[in-house]
């Protein structure tokens, strides 16, 4: 797509437009006390949000003052393709010390990946709020991009990360192998990566450890079925690796209660899986939160 400047965007002209104070849904009202306990004195970061997203067109004002109150002070805004990396970014610019943004496309649009799409995304990542190449990677499990492209887009956009000096915001699913393969001959080159979402066993996370990943980890942790492999190996995680996510409006913690009627998860519902990953580590909240918001600054060269 053709550039465009801030000023002309649908996202700053949202902003710009005044707008009427959304209705908060009844069961958001307490969202600081959600999970019963107090919020940690210190401040999180969401590292992955997709903020961007349809499901926060009608009321994000309100979802970022949430994650405010619930202590949750800067995001990294997650981009998918061009034009919602751009997007990403024109939104973090409005809240400078707030929010940052990735740029990139997503496996499930790796179809899309041309030579225009990587200028579009090497001119994103000119500015300095574009803290990260991504997300980017391979999805094996949905296949919504035929295998050989999502393979070239992600081999691009790791060339794209070593030439722009940029950290990478990594996505795998059902693809372990060749996402190794691939990865492990672009590490050198790289000045950091995260696998987010990590949703995989003590093997898969050893063999990143290996490759000096750091390991998202979202709410997935909180699902006792699904997430059981994980929730054995999240204390293997070094301190110094690991960082939380909520990935939303996608993979509302299973255990949240109350659970919100339209079943959106939202950045203020950070601190649960923080308290979650404290408890299966052996932590305190307050340690962890701490621990997890240096590595993310040091992670993407935040301010402290
Ligand atoms: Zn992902």
Excluded at 73 to 78: A, C, Y
Excluded at 156 to 173: I, N, S, W, Y
Excluded at 205 to 210: E, M, Q
Aim: aromatic share 6%; hydrophobic share 40%.
């Amino acid at each position: 797509m053709a550039p465009s400047s801030a000023s002309d965007s649908p996202i700053a002209a949202e902003y710009r437009r005044p707008t009427k104070p959304p209705a908060a849904p009844a069961t958001l009202t307490a969202v600081t006390t959600y999970g019963g306990d107090s919020v940690p004195a210190s401040e999180l970061i969401d590292i992955g949000v997709n903020l961007t997203h349809k499901r926060f067109h009608r009321d994000r004002d309100a979802v970022i003052q949430r994650a405010a109150d619930a202590g949750v002070t800067r995001m990294v805004l997650t981009g998918v393709d061009a034009p919602g990396s751009q997007a990403a970014l024109e939104l973090a610019q409005l809240h400078p010390g707030r929010m940052t943004a990735t740029a990139g496309v997503h496996p499930h649009h790796a179809a899309d990946w041309d030579g225009d799409t990587e200028a579009a995304l090497r001119r994103l990542l000119a500015a300095p709020q574009a803290v990260a190449v991504g997300e980017t990677g391979l999805d094996f499990f949905r296949d919504f991009s035929p295998r050989p492209a999502q393979e070239a887009a992600f081999e691009a956009q790791l060339d794209l990360a070593a030439e722009t000096g940029r950290p990478v915001f990594l996505h795998q699913r059902d693809a372990a192998e060749r996402f190794l393969a691939i990865l492990r001959a672009h590490r050198q080159r790289l000045c950091g990566a995260v696998l987010h979402c990590f949703t995989g066993d003590q093997t898969l996370l050893h063999a990143c450890l290996d490759l000096d990943l750091h390991i998202g980890v979202t709410g997935w942790v909180c699902d006792e079925r699904r997430g059981g492999a994980l929730r054995e190996c999240v204390a293997d995680i070094p301190a110094d690796r690991l960082m939380i996510e909520t990935d939303a409006p996608f993979l509302l913690p299973r255990d949240l209660e109350p659970r919100p009627r339209d079943g959106r998860n939202e950045p203020a519902f950070l601190p649960h899986i923080l308290r979650a990953v404290a408890a299966l580590r052996d932590e305190t909240p307050a340690a962890l939160a701490e621990t997890t918001r240096t590595t993310a600054e040091r992670f993407f060269g935040l301010a402290g």
